[in-house]
Nanobody
Framework: QVQLVESGGGLVQAGGSLSLSCAAS????????MAWFRQAPGKEREFVATISAYRNTYYTDSAKGRFTISRDNAKNTVSLQMNSLKPEDTAVYYCAAGSGATFYAYDYNYWGQGTQVTVSS
């Protein structure tokens, strides 16, 4: 069992930066793939980025070059550094853990409660 708690969301102007963090409790954090998803009002939850247990990273096209996912296995945390934020990045951002680094929400077994990111124009 893994419990995930996100932090770091907030309000930022377009072009600004935010860093999200996800703290995990439970065993074997280093063996999990970790991911960030987001859900905007009225839209489906969508993949943002993932990092495998071997630290391979994958991003959705809109995040490439602007977002960076990283993990610290000693601290059981995964982070998402978001730069050059746009109003369309506004969403609730969720941290997730699973056995493989895929793009699909149904492959992730554990989820945090989400943190709101709002980007004003």
């Amino acid at each position: 069992q893994v419990q995930l708690v996100e932090s770091g969301g907030g309000l930022v102007q377009a072009g600004g930066s935010l860093s999200l963090s996800c703290a995990a409790s439970g065993r074997a954090f280093s063996t999990y793939a970790m991911a960030w998803f987001r859900q905007a009002p009225g839209k489906e939850r969508e993949f943002v980025a993932t990092i495998s247990a071997y630290r391979n990273t994958y991003y959705t096209d809109s995040a490439k070059g602007r977002f960076t996912i990283s993990r610290d296995n000693a601290k059981n945390t995964v982070s998402l550094q978001m730069n050059s934020l746009k109003p369309e990045d506004t969403a609730v951002y969720y941290c997730a853990a699973g056995s493989g680094a895929t793009f699909y929400a149904y492959d992730y077994n554990y989820w945090g409660q989400g943190t709101q990111v709002t980007v004003s124009s």
